[in-house]
Antibody
């Protein structure tokens, strides 16, 4: 059974940093791209970033480029998001999500974590 | 930038009736090489993560009831929920996953009874 458990959210001041984690199980982690998707309170879904199975290729939404860094540790089945220079508008629930197809980022997300809340507030 | 526009923002449907949700992409998501539309639909219930319903515009994901039907090609797509059930109350999102990121979502459509 595929499981994604995300964690690391919390309250942080504007300009601060936070590191999100997502532990995966039930599939060959290194074979699939992984993403972060966020949802501001009462709002829709916003794709944030994706990393290839190997970890060599990454993409970011313009809204976080230069501030957030996605990475993965395939030896530990872990996905990370290092978030720096946080802004009030980064406040959201952050979901990790599994790419639905091996070896390509051109795939929908077939499994999602439960989400972890990041609140940026002074 | 790629924009996915959903309509309506919300709709109320009686139990057993049909719900129709539209999604329009600012650019085609049809890949001529394999003739596939890189378009997915998700369902999100309150307090839950999204659930993949439809991919390749019309293929139901595992375990999705056949009352959910995706259609369309190129830039215009539709999610139809036939014979709406109480458990279908949710927000529905379309998403493009064509060519390369950003993997843009539509703004969402709230379906109520």
């Amino acid at each position: 059974e595929v499981q994604l458990v995300d964690s690391g959210g919390g309250l942080v001041q504007p300009g601060g940093s936070l590191r999100l984690s997502c532990v995966a199980s039930g599939f060959i982690f290194s074979s699939y791209p992984m993403s972060w998707v966020r949802q501001a309170p009462g709002k829709g879904l916003e794709w944030v970033s994706i990393v290839s199975g190997s970890g060599e290729t990454t993409y970011y939404a313009d809204s976080v480029k230069g501030r957030f860094t996605i990475s993965r540790d395939n030896t530990k089945n872990m996905l990370y998001m290092q978030m720096n220079s946080l802004r009030v508008e980064d406040t959201a629930v952050y979901f990790c999500a599994k790419g639905g197809q091996m070896a390509t980022v051109m795939a929908p997300f077939d499994y999602w974590g439960q989400g972890t809340l990041v609140t940026v507030h002074s | 930038d790629f924009v996915m526009t959903q309509s309506p923002d919300s709709l109320a449907v009686s139990l057993g009736e049909r719900a129709t949700i539209n999604c329009k992409s600012s650019q085609s998501v049809l890949y001529n090489f394999n003739n596939k539309n890189y378009l997915a639909w998700y369902q999100q219930k309150p307090g839950q993560p999204p659930r993949l319903l439809i991919y390749w515009a019309s293929t139901r994901a595992s375990g999705v009831p056949d009352r959910f039907r995706g259609s369309g090609s190129g830039t215009d797509f539709t999610l139809t929920i036939n014979s709406l059930q109480a458990e279908d109350v949710a927000v529905y999102y379309c998403q493009r996953y064509y060519h390369s990121p950003p993997l843009t979502f539509g703004g969402g459509t709230k379906v109520e009874i």
